[in-house]
């Protein structure tokens, strides 16, 4: 069934495999794996908390190494210095701040040695996220599905309703919380090693080492739970830059339905997608034996989930209904009951088993997201002969047996001779476990249909036309976030501005205090000097050069105020740039991180072109720019060319109304005003159309 180009993106063997269950597993088994590393060591996740406690089902370490993620990292790293750990998530959404590490460079980045590389990972369109949750060991060994290296997640099999040592950082308590991950080794693990350098090299912009698998990493207390058995990666990956969308994730899901002729059990957070639904429910009505077991979460676990998934999933349940095969279906939680009282486990997990010949453990939600907006990974197992068959039943009774409180062998037996999974699970209960069915409204509230648009879109959200032509040559889906970023430039622009005008800074920069400066050195024989010493001096200390140039403008006049502007201005840039070339790359990337790589990339890529966009259109501080340039060693010529093109409409605006510019600051007149708006309207006009220029010619080249 595994196609590679179809629904996979490869199709490769693994020597061993095990699927490990809830965190307290994994997270053992992640920690015995890097202790165990000698050369390379990839972290791809959507969330990570330096803080997180890595540790097994016993819930303590004693290995004499720290139990925080980021502590024992950087222990082993010590042990090891060869060892390179590239630790790549999700650049969040603000939605996501109150959960997440407020300051995850500092705690990552800036904290660890030089051998642990840090990067928030952005190469996304508009409202995507990187959702794949990966890591690969010395490329011999990998892990891959829904847990993320993160706080509140770890528990264990027994989901206890009360159990001390499941508390988040704060000490407080958490529900029972379950998810699935596998590990895989052999040419499995290779493939894996190569998806995770591709992540890397989308998000850090660097090129990560070559793949060489080496040693056996494969943790000693985890025994294999399949052996010799094909591997299929089904991936989801929105449409960036020249690269397609992936949607191989989505036709998987379909082509196992296609497959199946007597059950189907599924584990997922969301399901939402109507369209799986219909898919499932008409595969039922072709084959009457065909029921379908599937595993979700209760209830929603915040407002705009309860919104948009919550709704969601109330319209997936009634398509069976509506098809007529709803007796056959059953949606269910897990449910705790201890000393009268309950509680239900959050399910994270995204497991689908297919009768006793298809086992699907990934990242993938059966929503719209999953199917073609964030990135995904799903590993298939497919079975080739009886030993596989009996492996895979095997794995799914065991995850129905620690939601029921019973043993693999009495789910083996109850379903045992073809007998119906729905009435196993139905009668399977003990020790206050069961699995029990879920009532959801199906009549979704009026306003979810819009957030559903936005939280659960079917591709990327595509940028308003007005944003295209000054956002560069991108995708549709990429140039929103682009425009956004600008936005919030300008907004923290603003807010420097009211910091130098409401606090001590004001007195430096009130246009009175500065004009008078600049009559008084206009008298002076060395005033060509002096103007080159304030624009250099003002650059180092990070000062707004466009007040410069319009007090320059203002002082001499349009024509020799352009002169010691243009003059004063290249002096800044050139001296900035070679303070960068001081410090070095090593030192600026201390400070940024492998996000550097991506203004080397852009300016390699487009030399002049993209010095003079980013003069046009500011991403960062004009001494920014010129630290960043030098430190990265882009060629001076370029730096140079490219500065002068950039700022050219400028000095050339605010040099002809440099006097009304800056007059409009002393003297606010309704006329001054006047000649300020149309002055920074022309100003911009300039710009945009300097960069359209640049857009087109940029599309004749590609073409």
């Given amino acids: 069934m595994i196609r590679p180009g179809h629904n996979a993106w490869r199709r490769e063997r693994a020597a061993r495999a095990a699927v490990l269950i809830d965190a307290g597993q994994y997270f053992g088994a992640v920690r015995e794996a890097l202790k165990n590393a000698r050369s390379t060591v990839f972290i791809i996740g959507w969330d990570l908390d330096s803080r997180t406690r890595l540790v097994g089902e016993d819930c303590r370490a004693d290995d004499g190494l720290p139990e925080g993620l980021v502590d024992f990292l950087t222990a082993i790293v010590k042990r090891r210095p060869e060892l390179l750990i590239h630790v790549l998530v999700w650049d969040y959404s603000i939605l996501y701040a109150s959960e997440r590490e407020l300051f995850p460079t500092a705690s990552v980045h800036w904290s660890t040695p030089k051998q642990i590389r840090f990067c928030l990972d952005d190469d996304l369109p508009f409202g995507a996220s990187q959702h794949q949750k990966i890591v690969v060991v010395d490329d011999a060994l990998a892990f891959s599905g829904g847990l993320d290296l993160t706080t509140r997640r770890w528990d264990t099999r027994e989901h206890r309703l009360d159990d001390p040592r499941r508390v988040d950082l704060a000490g407080a308590p958490y529900p029972p919380f379950h998810d699935v991950q596998t590990m895989v080794d052999g040419k499995a693990a290779v493939a894996l090693a190569e998806l995770a350098r591709v992540r890397w090299t989308h998000g850090a912009c660097e090129r990560p080492p070559p793949v060489r698998p080496s040693g056996d990493p494969w943790p000693r207390s985890i025994t294999p739970d399949l052996t010799d058995i094909d591997v299929g990666i089904a991936r989801t990956s929105p449409a960036l830059d020249n690269e397609s969308e992936i949607r191989e994730v989505e036709a998987l899901f379909f082509d196992m339905i296609d497959r199946a002729e007597r059950c189907i059990y599924l584990e997922n957070q969301y399901l939402t997608s109507t369209r799986f639904a219909e898919h499932l429910a008409q595969r039922m009505i072709e ?15 915040s407002w705009l989930e309860e919104q948009t998934m919550q709704a969601g999933l109330g319209r997936f349940m009634q398509v069976f209904t509506d098809k007529g095969v709803g007796e056959r279906v059953r949606f269910l939680y897990p449910k705790v009951v201890e000393n009268g009282r309950s509680i239900d486990t959050m399910v994270h997990s995204k497991v689908m088993i297919v009768d006793d010949r298809l086992l699907r453990i990934g990242s993938a939600n059966l929503n719209n997201r999953s199917f073609g907006v964030d990135t995904e990974c799903d590993l298939t197992f497919e079975a080739a002969n009886a030993t596989h068959r009996k492996q895979i039943l095997s794995l799914r009774d065991r995850l129905v047996a620690h939601f029921c409180g019973v043993s693999e062998s009495e789910v083996a037996s109850t379903t045992a001779q073809g007998a119906s999974l729905i009435k196993a699970v139905e009668a399977l209960s003990h020790n206050g476990h069961s699995l029990a069915l879920i009532e959801v409204d199906h009549a979704a509230p009026e306003q979810a249909t819009a957030l559903e648009e936005f939280a659960d879109p079917e591709r990327p959200i595509a940028a308003p036309e007005f944003a295209k032509s000054f956002v560069g040559e991108r995708p549709p889906a990429r140039r929103l976030r682009r425009f956004a970023k600008i936005i919030s430039i300008g907004l923290f ?24 400066w600049f009559t008084d050195i206009a008298a002076m024989s060395a005033a060509p000097a002096i103007v080159l010493a304030a624009f250099v001096i003002g650059g180092l200390l990070v000062f707004p050069v466009t007040l410069l140039i319009a007090a320059t403008a203002a002082t001499f006049g349009p024509w020799l105020g352009f002169t010691y502007a243009a003059a004063g201005a290249a002096a800044s840039a050139i001296v900035t740039y070679g303070v960068g070339v001081l410090i070095g ?56 060319l490219g500065t002068i093109l950039g700022m050219l409409p400028g000095l050339v605006l605010m040099s002809a109304l440099g006097y009304q510019i800056f007059n409009v600051l002393t003297a606010p007149t309704p006329l001054n005003v006047t000649l300020f708006v149309l002055a920074v309207a022309a100003w911009i006009g300039a710009s945009l159309g300097i960069q359209a220029l640049v857009t087109r010619s940029r599309r004749r080249k590609a073409t």
């Fill in 287 to 301: 084959r009457p034996e065909l029921e379908a077991v599937l595993v979700t979460p209760k209830n929603a676990h």
């Fill in 493 to 516: 622009v603003v807010l420097l501005i009211l910091a130098w005008r409401l606090t001590p800074l004001s007195a430096l920069t009130n246009p009175h205090t500065i004009k008078e």
């Fill in 585 to 640: 790359r090593e030192a600026l990337e201390n400070v940024l991180g492998p996000r550097l790589n991506r203004i080397r990339r852009a300016i390699a890529r487009h030399g002049v072109l993209a010095i003079a966009t980013v003069r046009m259109v500011p991403v960062a501080p004009f001494t920014v720019v010129n630290l960043a340039a030098g430190a990265s060693r882009i060629p001076v010529i370029d730096y140079m």
